[in-house]
């Protein structure tokens, strides 16, 4: 018997998996009714399976338009677990029935536009508040920040996803060159990282309502990001692209890759839903 491959696991994070399915209904229904039902208890034990897998989360959702009918997101360290697990999803429900109709691959990582504990004391406590460095008060700011951002690098390194109805993807990137010469990589670091706080401020008045996971495909995949975005409905999603889109970074530098909005569902409603 040969030995499993040694962990390609990342420095720091998890890998993440999007997965896309089209049902082949035809080839579904040439399967008896005990084969149909066996099919989706091998799902069902293979999803619990997956779930039980250490540092391992998996998202279940149907697909609201015909790009797909079911979605998986599967998060983990190992990307040979992510590629085992991906095999056996296509051929859970039977060889041709699930038909793979888009994949993204990309990994949890921590944004460079992070403020650092330096810009944080001089440009909010000093600049802004008016603070005087070194008194207690100055330090007990310093502190907090350092607990907000411990707990935010670890939500953005090692999240754990909530089974929120509503799940939007998106891929997207920054634009390099263009008719009107926006080129993100040609801004100073500076430059990004003030249109990067910008965006941020946006996107902070839909806490609560959004659960958003942006995880970093550059030389994995075919854009820069992978955007997840979790919510209690679709307002909200809406909203908060729409108005994203207005702010500089977006409206002058962002390109976008198609949308797919699902619903995640436990997997016997799920199967009712795609009519299995």
Same mark, same amino acid.
């Given at each position: ?21 089209? &049902? ?38 149907? &697909? ?56 944080? @004391? ?9 603070? &005087? ?80 996971? &942006?995880?970093?495909?550059? @030389? ?57």
């Amino acid at each position: 018997m040969s030995e499993a491959p040694a962990p390609l696991v990342p420095l720091e994070g998890w890998h993440v998996l999007h997965l896309f399915y089209q &049902i082949d209904h035809g080839q579904w229904n040439l399967l008896s009714g005990a084969e149909q039902r066996e099919a989706k208890t091998r799902l069902t034990e293979l999803v619990q399976e997956i779930r039980s897998h250490p540092d391992t989360q998996l998202l279940i959702f149907s &697909i609201a338009t015909p790009k797909a009918d079911i979605g998986f997101m599967l998060l983990t360290p190992d990307l040979h677990d992510a590629t085992y697990f991906e095999k056996r999803l296509t051929l859970s429900l039977g060889v041709d029935v699930l038909a793979p109709s888009y994949s993204y691959l990309s990994q949890t990582e921590r944004s460079e536009y992070t403020t650092s504990r330096e810009v944080y @004391g001089k440009d909010t406590l000093v600049d802004e508040e008016g603070m &005087i460095e070194g008194t207690p008060e100055f330090e007990e700011k310093l502190n907090e920040f350092d607990e907000r951002m411990k707990h935010y690098l670890k939500h953005r390194m090692y999240p754990v996803l909530p089974d929120w109805p509503a799940i939007c993807f998106y891929p997207m990137s920054k634009r390099r060159a263009s008719h009107d010469d926006y080129n993100w990589y040609s801004l100073p670091f500076e430059k990004r990282a003030q249109l990067m706080k910008g965006h941020a401020k946006t996107g902070r008045k839909y806490s609560g309502k959004i659960l958003q996971l &942006i995880s970093g495909s550059t @030389g994995l995949d075919e854009h820069e990001w992978g955007v997840t975005l979790l919510a209690h409905d679709t307002y909200q999603i809406k909203s908060i692209v729409y108005e994203m889109r207005f702010d500089e970074v977006s409206a002058r530098y962002a390109e976008f890759g198609d949308f797919y909005i699902g619903m995640q569902l436990p997997l016997d409603e799920l199967f009712t839903v795609v009519c299995l």
